[in-house]
């Protein structure tokens, strides 16, 4: 059974940190391409980061609103993902999904799992 679990969200100030994980199970984690979206309230969801997997290690992207502030990364040993939002806005507020795709190359023609999401609050 595949399942991606996230956890780590809360209710922060502006300029606080707070660090997601995304915990997978159920398929093989370092063969797919992990992102992270969110969706704020009467919005659509939204890509934030992805980190991909290679011979060459792990290469990570991000939209630009979070580039200097967010840092995604993974631990395939732990079949993790994370990502590390410092700085944080009053627009990051929303809630923030984990995504896996195959194969882990970029960009994904299509993502094949996706967590139930966790809330992110900052508050101004």
């Known amino acids: 059974q595949v399942q991606l679990v996230e956890s780590g969200g809360g209710l922060v100030q502006t300029g606080d940190s707070l660090r997601l994980a995304c915990a997978a199970s159920g398929f093989a984690f370092k063969s797919y391409a992990m992102s992270w979206f969110r969706q704020a309230p009467g919005k659509e969801r939204e890509f934030v980061a992805a980190v991909t997997e290679s011979w060459s290690g792990h290469s990570p992207y991000y939209t630009d609103a979070v580039k200097g502030r967010f840092t995604i990364s993974r631990d395939n040993a732990k079949n993790t993902v994370y990502l590390q939002m410092n700085n944080l806005k009053f627009e990051d507020t929303a809630v923030y999904y984990c995504?896996?795709?195959?194969?882990?190359?970029?960009?994904?023609?299509?993502?094949?799992?996706w967590g139930q999401g966790t809330q992110v609050a900052v508050s101004s």
């Open positions: 995504a896996a795709a195959w194969p882990t190359s970029w960009p994904p023609l299509e993502y094949d799992y």
